[in-house]
């Protein structure tokens, strides 16, 4: 194959800034591109990768390596490249276009990170020890991983308040479990990422809609979860959302999930105010609902013991901007 054939990379960019000439893309970098271009060997023949950020690290080239506890069919299987740029095409171009990142489809896995991931300059694509048969696991896969480029670019970590939001939509905001340090599925940018995939991945990146944590809602019936991810890079209503994204506070509840038989807590912020909380079912059936008193910091309190296991949502409505909403779960 020649240097063009290894070299399999996908401008989906515009130019930065008015006047520049650089343009931002997303470079997809074949496992023999990998290989030519980026590996080295060690003074003790070990296989050496270098990645986005300059530092070396060792590739894992058999199977028979004591790091790897499921030998597969005995080899690895890099992905195709061809299915990370069908994944690639099949994410709304707002939010690809914007992205400037390597994608390495790597020959070997890294010793010190078996799995794919991502870093602030490149994603990382690890072959498995089956060949990749079914084209849906290379698009969630890619779909995901481009989640974390994603909130990278348009919600960096400085942004306190739209992390405050994303994370009430979740209904997640006072729980403790979830922080940067947690188990993986309970951290928000994982949840984020699962939640890209789900939402903004395409077809066959969402065919499977539910998301890595199993306490979590599907995306799909998350009031305002779509139209908040959306809105960062222009997807869908950015007038709306950016009304909600400045908001004060989210709506906060506890305990979620919530067991039957319990009551929900609301923190509402809504200062000199009244409105309306009201609790919905998935086909967005009116349940429950409670007054919110205009008081600094309202606690309100809905009652659950006679709704069945499922998903719903809660409605805040002041009358002032747009209505605020956050998934709850009902559970045995």
């Known amino acids: 194959m020649s240097r063009r054939g290894f070299d399999r990379i996908l401008i989906l960019g515009a130019l930065l800034a008015a006047g520049t000439t650089a343009a931002a893309e997303i470079r997809v970098h074949g496992p023999e591109q990998v290989l030519t271009e980026r590996t080295s060997r060690s003074l003790t023949g070990a296989l050496l990768f270098r990645d986005a ?13 004591p790091v790897i506890s499921n030998r597969g069919d005995g080899t690895f299987h890099p992905v195709q490249v061809a299915d990370v ?5 099949a994410i709304p ?9 390597d994608i390495f489809v790597l020959p070997f896995p890294r010793a010190t990170c078996l799995d794919s991931s991502a870093d602030s300059r490149a994603i990382y694509l ?9 084209p ?14 994603v909130h990278r670019l348009f919600l960096p970590d400085s942004d306190t308040a739209g992390w405050k939001t ?32 789900v939402l903004f991945g395409g077809a066959l ?23 908040f991810i959306g809105g960062l890079a222009g997807v869908s209503d950015p007038a709306a959302i950016a009304e909600n994204h400045t908001l004060s506070a989210a709506p906060i509840a506890w305990p979620n999930p919530v067991r039957q038989g319990e009551t929900i807590h609301l923190a509402i912020d809504s200062p000199a105010r009244r409105g309306i909380a009201s609790l919905h079912d998935a086909t967005g059936r009116e349940v429950a609902r409670a007054a919110i008193d205009g008081t600094s910091a309202s ?21 002032h901007g747009t209505p605020q909403s956050i998934g709850i779960r009902v559970v045995r």
Do not use: C, K
């Open 53 to 65: 950020n300059g530092a070396f690290v060792r590739l894992v080239t058999s199977t028979d390596d």
């Open 85 to 89: 740029e069908a994944a690639i095409a």
């Open 93 to 101: 171009q707002p939010f690809t276009s914007p992205l400037d990142i």
């Open 126 to 134: 690890s072959p498995g020890v089956y060949a990749y048969t079914d």
């Open 136 to 149: 849906a696991e290379v698009h969630a896969l890619v779909a995901h991983e481009l989640g974390h480029a």
């Open 166 to 197: 994303y994370l009430g939509l979740r209904g997640v905001g006072s729980d403790p479990r979830y922080h940067a340090d947690a188990a993986h599925a309970f951290r928000p940018h994982e949840l984020f990422a699962e939640d890209f995939r």
């Open 205 to 227: 990146a969402s065919e499977s809609s539910r998301v890595e944590n199993p306490e979590m809602s599907e995306p799909d019936l998350v009031p305002g979860l779509r139209s």
């Open 299 to 319: 606690q309100l309190d809905l009652t659950v013991e006679d709704l069945a296991v499922g998903a719903y949502w809660v409605r805040i409505d002041t009358g």
